[in-house]
Structure formats: C-alpha cells, structure tokens
C-alpha cells in the first residue's frame, strides 16, 4: 500500500542574527520601516497581478466572521468527502485527482444547500438563463 500524501509541517525557525539585530531599537524601527516598505511593494505587485488576470479582490473588514467563510466551507467539504478518504503516491497525482474530483462530481453532481440543494453548474446555468430573460425583457420594453 502507497503512503498517504499529506505536506509537510510548517515550522519556524529561528535565525540568531535577526534576534541579535532586534535587540536594538534603532534597528527595530529601520526595521519596521522597511517592513511596511515591503508589505506596500508586495501589495501593489499582487493588485497589479490580480489586475493582469481579472481577479477581483475581495476585502473584508478586519474580525468578520464572514469574510472567508465560503472558501472555508469548500475547503472543509474537499477534504472530509474527498482527500481523507483516498491515498495519493505523489503530490501531482493528489493535484490532478482532486482537480478531476471538483470538475466532474464537486460542480456538476453534487448538490449544495446554498444553491437551493442545486449543483453549482445547474444553479449557473439557471442564473444565466434567469439573466438573458432579464435582458429580452428589458430590450422589448
């Protein structure tokens, strides 16, 4: 039997010469300075990048329960229905079964109380027609 998949473990680790430069507060707030550089850089990179690919951002206030909650919901379901009840021998087959697993059964078979107890490609298909009636109507009128 093949081992199961799973990543490995995230540790930190700790770097001597960061916490002997910490020590210092005039280094602390050249630091926190270049710090804040940094994050602005990363920022603008990313919105420039999601630009590029018309991924729209979306930002939650800090503390909103709410904010993450789908992607969470959809996380939990893929590993309780899908990743935890398989054994992958390498990380390109995890990807790629997975991947199979949400286009073939997640979007089409599967069905979603948020979407009326629809799949997610039945449910949009029901909206794009919904639309295009909208729309018929709103020319004719």
């Given amino acids: 039997m093949m081992p199961r998949w799973s990543a490995p473990p995230c540790r930190w680790q700790s770097r001597p ?17 270049a710090d804040s550089r940094s994050r602005r850089n990363t920022s603008e990179a990313f ?9 729209v951002q979306s930002m939650g206030r800090v ?18 229905e899908y990743i935890h009840r398989h054994t992958f021998a390498t990380r390109a087959e995890a990807r790629l079964k997975t991947a199979t697993w949400i286009a073939d059964f997640y979007n089409t078979k599967r069905r979603h109380s948020a979407a009326g107890g629809k799949p997610p490609v039945e ?14 109507e709103g020319r004719a009128a």
């Fill in 17 to 33: 010469e960061a916490a002997r430069s910490a020590a210092s507060s005039s280094t602390r707030t050249a630091a926190a300075k």
């Fill in 63 to 80: 503390g909103s329960a709410l904010d993450n909650a789908a992607a969470e919901s959809f996380h939990s379901v893929l590993k309780v």
């Fill in 47 to 55: 919105q420039q990048l999601c630009g590029r690919w018309g991924v």
């Fill in 123 to 136: 449910f949009e298909r029901i909206i794009q027609e919904a639309r295009a009636r909208t729309d018929q």
